[in-house]
């Protein structure tokens, strides 16, 4: 599948702004997969369908995690979690994904998890660091990016761990896990 059919099949799950989102995160996933030494097409496929479900309705979402043997504890957590691995699912049934390393760059994209593969992390800090995207901390790590995949990425997954204990929410465990694993394997 080309850039266009991706981008067309995709527009059609999301709103004007997400896929406004989506372009960018396609665009800097590009630059850091050839940046890293990713495969750039591999990042572009993944950036295009990484919220391919973000707009599914939850009672959807939750049946297929549960009917599908993804972690039920998911359903424990912030909604947001879920259109990562719902996505994952969808990516493959809907529009024939089959690459194994594509589905898990969409199925990790909010989580992480221990031990990623570059393209799980070229794609979880595009989607962080996209151009459209306006918070705090989100600056440093783009220019953590132009140095240092790993110090960024401990960096966002730190300050998206810091982010819901400041707002009293629930962390979910391999989001630590993943901060953990990333901190004692980066060694730049």
């Known amino acids: 599948m080309n850039r266009?059919?991706?981008l067309a099949i995709v527009k059609e799950q999301l709103t004007e702004h997400r896929?406004?989102?989506t372009i960018g995160v396609m665009e800097t996933a590009i630059k850091l997969a050839e940046k890293y030494g990713a495969d750039e097409k591999k990042a572009e496929l993944a950036a295009i369908f990484h919220d391919y479900a973000k707009f599914r309705p939850k009672d959807e979402m939750?049946?297929?995690i549960i009917s599908n043997g993804m972690p039920v504890e998911l359903l424990d957590y912030n909604s947001e979690l879920w259109h990562a691995p719902v996505g994952a699912y969808l990516a493959e049934k809907e529009a024939g994904i089959n690459d194994s390393e594509v589905l898990d760059a969409i199925r990790y994209h909010t989580s992480g998890r221990t031990g990623m593969t570059l393209l799980e992390k070229v794609i979880y800090l595009a989607d962080y660091?996209?151009?459209g995207r306006h918070f705090p901390g989100v600056e440093e790590v783009r220019e953590l990016a132009?140095?240092?995949?790993?110090k960024a990425l401990i960096k966002s997954v730190q300050n998206t761990i810091m982010f819901?204990?400041?707002k009293g929410q629930p962390v979910f465990p391999a989001t630590f896990h993943t901060y953990n694993d990333l901190l004692m394997k980066t060694e730049d």
């Open 129 to 131: 660091i996209e151009p």
């Open 62 to 64: 939750k049946e297929i």
């Open 146 to 150: 132009e140095s240092s995949l790993g």
């Open 164 to 166: 819901l204990v400041k």
């Open 4 to 6: 266009d059919q991706a």
């Open 19 to 21: 896929f406004l989102h």
